[in-house]
């Protein structure tokens, strides 16, 4: 949005919304969230990749 590409940062911000509902996340973030599913890096931009 920063770049006035406001259509890609809400689909990345609706797929970012989907993956941490899913519990998906990177180790730091997934330790807080009692359904966590702690990803790697590159798991989880392939994650996001994928819900886009």
Known sequence: ???GWN???RLIT???EHA???GKA???LARFMPNGQPLGTKEFG???M???
């Open 46 to 48: 392939e994650y996001i």
């Open 1 to 3: 949005e920063y770049m």
């Open 26 to 28: 990177t180790r730091d």
């Open 7 to 9: 259509e890609a940062g």
């Open 50 to 52: 994928s819900v886009l």
């Open 20 to 22: 941490f509902s899913e």
């Open 14 to 16: 609706a797929a970012l």
